[in-house]
């Protein structure tokens, strides 16, 4: 069974950093999208960032003001999603999302277009 695991999230004071990791089991990342969302309780599910393997092509939502960076670790088959500047709005229950192929900046943050996800981690900022 394919499974993802985002872990890492916690509560945070705002200005503060999280590192989140994305874990996946029963498939390798190579030739796909992996996508970060996040979600807060009555909205839509919002595209974060992604990054393509193994070409490495990143993608960010404009909100986010070059505050948050994703990477690969190849060799443990794991993508980070580094968060600095923290704010409240970031506030979110994160998840990490696949899916075969790549795609263009409007395709890979839109949540739609993935089918594979998992669990996803909370991240809470404190004002």
């Known amino acids: 069974d394919v499974q993802l695991q985002a872990f890492g999230g916690g509560l945070v004071q705002a200005g503060g950093s999280l590192r989140l990791s994305c874990a996946a089991s029963?498939?390798?990342?190579?030739?796909?999208?992996i996508g970060w969302f996040r979600q807060v309780p009555g909205k839509e599910r919002e595209g974060v960032s992604s990054i393509s393997i193994p070409y490495g092509r990143t993608y960010y939502a404009n909100s986010l003001m070059g505050r948050f960076t994703i990477s690969v670790n190849d060799a443990k088959n794991t993508v980070y999603l580094q968060m600095n500047g923290l704010k409240p709005e970031d506030t979110a229950v994160y998840y990490c999302e696949a899916f075969d192929g790549f795609g263009s900046a409007g395709q890979v943050l839109d949540p739609r277009g993935y089918h594979y996800w998992g669990q996803g981690t909370q991240v809470t900022v404190s004002s």
């Open positions: 029963g498939f390798e990342f190579d030739d796909r999208t």
